[in-house]
Nanobody
Framework: QVQLVESGGGLVQPGGSLRLSCTASGSIFTIYDMDWYRQAPGKQRELVATITSIGSTNYAASAKGRFTISRDNIKNTMYLQMNSLKPEDTAVYYC?????????????WGQGTQVTVSS
């Protein structure tokens, strides 16, 4: 069984920073692409950033220049450093990972962590 657990969310003032983490645990053999998504109240879940197994990254336009995605393959952990946060960044942030184990490759989601940007 594989679990993804996010942490690092919270309440921050506009212009502040937060660092989210997502750790995969369980019988993991290979982690391929990992992604951060977010879902604001009343809106659809949207892709924020992607990182491949070799560290190539891609960002949504709203995240470019402010957010940095990274990963530690030894720790099976992905990070999202968020700077210059805006109220419109308020959302539940979810991690997603494409994981292969026992000859089967599938997508796993974390439970989400709340990020609130407000003064």
């Amino acid at each position: 069984q594989v679990q993804l657990v996010e942490s690092g969310g919270g309440l921050v003032q506009p212009g502040g920073s937060l660092r989210l983490s997502c750790t995969a645990s369980g019988s993991i053999f290979t982690i391929y692409d990992m992604d951060w998504y977010r879902q604001a109240p009343g809106k659809q879940r949207e892709l924020v950033a992607t990182i491949t197994s070799i560290g190539s990254t891609n960002y949504a336009a709203s995240a470019k220049g402010r957010f940095t995605i990274s990963r530690d393959n030894i720790k099976n952990t992905m990070y999202l450093q968020m700077n210059s946060l805006k109220p419109e960044d308020t959302a539940v942030y979810y991690c997603k990972a494409d994981i292969g184990r026992l000859g089967v490759r599938r997508v796993y989601w974390g439970q989400g962590t709340q990020v609130t940007v407000s003064s």
